[in-house]
């Protein structure tokens, strides 16, 4: 399915729905790779035509998916690779899938192009409200520029702690498109 631009994006709020943790494959660097493989053991990745990547467990979901209630969270939070922190946005320097104006986003007089994998069930449909243009769209951006490691209007709300979900691995589809 084509990414459509951000303008089209009222807001995004992650509903925890797993989705994008069972249907994508991550593609990861080669530090995430190694940070991974050392911390939870090589079944944890696998690496397949060259492309470095997390390992699925035997229902073809993500290792780190975690099921919480009717809810899915991520077992790694705030260390998941960077392809799932900015998973369902893509944010390239030139119009790579087309509708350069309506993609076209000014960040600190920068000019990038920001589209949306329309697949993400967290994704409302209209006008882009000034809290997704201002508050959630650039710490997207952020992230996918190496500017911020941390999430806070960019992830899923909820609190993993209070809900004493069993986080088995915390030191850390294909989702970059
Ligand atoms: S990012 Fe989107 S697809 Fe993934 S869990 Fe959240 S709502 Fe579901
Ligand atoms: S690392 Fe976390 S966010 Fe990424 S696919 Fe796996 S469970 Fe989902």
Not at 29 to 42: A, L, P, Q, W
Not at 141 to 167: F, G, P
Request: net charge positive.
């Amino acid at each position: 399915m084509k990414p459509v631009s951000w303008r089209h994006i009222q807001s995004w709020s992650c509903i925890e729905c797993g989705m994008c943790c069972k249907d994508y494959k991550v593609v990861l660097s080669v530090d995430e790779y190694v940070n991974i493989v050392k911390t939870y053991g090589f079944e944890a990745g696998y690496s397949q035509r060259n492309r470095l990547q997390i390992a699925k467990k035997g229902d073809d979901t993500c290792y780190f998916l975690t099921p919480l209630g009717s809810s899915c969270v991520c077992g790694l939070q705030y260390k998941k690779p960077k392809a799932c922190k900015i998973w369902p946005f893509k944010v390239v320097a030139t119009p790579k899938y087309g509708m350069a104006e309506q993609a076209l986003y000014r960040y600190k007089n920068k000019d990038l192009y920001v589209y949306v994998d329309m697949a993400c069930s967290g994704l409302t449909f209209g006008t882009p409200t000034d809290d997704f243009k201002y508050r959630i769209l650039p710490e997207f951006i952020e992230v996918a520029a190496d500017l911020r490691d941390t999430q806070v209007h960019s992830t899923s709300k909820i609190n993993v702690n209070s809900r004493r979900v069993d986080v088995k691995k915390v030191d850390f589809k294909d989702k970059t498109g």
